[in-house]
């Protein structure tokens, strides 16, 4: 997801989406994952040298990625989107007021892992396939893709607020899916979340999905299990707690009580409760379908004695 904090910070990208061929070019891409110069050109009757400007303007923007391949007929550049979600702030103040950290998947905190599970680096998979040992590895810091049945991965947030700094909203941004022996792109799964021990809502995922190769994963990952998932951003504030701008509850930051010293802890989890207890798998940067790991962000006031 691109997050757009302030109108300013976005005139690049309002710039590439004021024209009807770059729209078009963005619609293609997401149909199809990837296409080449010469595909784009083909579908969409421009020339050449048309397409590469207008291609030109989409990733200067940031909204596509291109990467360079040898094929049959030469050097070919393909097109990828590079976010599938464009948020736009419009009643953003004190943008300056916020800090975000990046968190590898890998880093958590504590967790319950109950099979089908597993984890793997950009490199192999750690550990054994279905083993939740393993989840005690020291090689899991480096993972960027773990699978559960049943369980929790539970996350340290740094609180850097100072004394006269507020929490004003708290985000949570990664990718998820569900969690199927192999995959399953029907598989519908029930995914909570909690902040600080409280529940803050949940969502299903639609299923595990694997009938496209994730962009990122790397050239070792097997075509038959898992390939991408879904990128969804929660919010919680003084309003309630939101996904993707649709409320989830309405716990807010106030009924959670935190201040400058206090630690934070954000838990995925599926229980036993779930209805739809079908699991779920979390995307590193070097898996799936976004370059991100799990993305905290915190927005604080400040307040003026």
Not at 145 to 152: K, N, P, S, T
Request: with cysteine; proline share 4%.
């Amino acid at each position: 997801m691109i997050y757009i904090k302030n109108l300013m910070d976005g005139v690049d990208i309002f710039k590439a989406l004021s024209s009807e061929i770059r729209i078009q070019i963005l619609e293609l891409l997401a149909k199809n994952q990837a296409l080449n110069l010469n595909d784009l050109a083909t579908r969409l009757n421009l020339s050449n040298g048309a397409i590469t400007m207008h291609i030109r303007k989409l990733e200067e923007s940031g909204l596509i990625e291109i990467n360079t391949s040898v094929g049959k007929h030469g050097i070919q550049k393909i097109c990828y989107l590079n976010k599938d979600k464009l948020m736009v702030d419009l009643r953003s103040r004190d943008v300056e007021n916020l800090y975000e950290v990046e968190i590898q998947v890998g880093h958590y905190s504590n967790y319950q892992a109950i099979p089908t599970c597993g984890l793997a680096t950009k490199d192999s998979i750690v550990g054994d396939f279905d083993d939740p040992r393993y989840f005690a590895d020291p090689q899991r810091i480096d993972a960027e893709i773990i699978w559960l049945a049943e369980g929790f991965l539970e996350y340290r947030i740094p609180n850097y607020l100072k004394p006269n700094q507020t929490f004003r909203e708290i985000q949570f941004s990664m990718e998820l899916g569900s969690e199927a022996p192999g995959y399953n792109d029907n598989y519908p799964s029930d995914i909570y979340f909690h902040l600080n021990g409280i529940e803050i809502g949940s969502w299903t995922s639609p299923g595990d999905f694997g009938d496209a190769r994730g962009t990122f994963n790397p050239d070792w990952w097997p075509p038959h299990l898992n390939q991408y998932g879904m990128l969804k951003l929660i919010r919680i504030n003084n309003d309630g707690s939101f996904i993707d701008g649709c409320r989830i509850s309405d716990v807010t930051l106030d009924q959670i009580q935190l201040d400058y010293k206090s630690e934070l802890t954000f838990r995925i989890s599926v229980t036993e409760q779930s209805v739809n207890k079908r699991g779920l798998t979390i995307f590193g940067k070097n898996f799936g379908n976004y370059s991100q790991d799990l993305l905290a962000r915190v927005l604080y006031d400040v307040k003026v004695d």
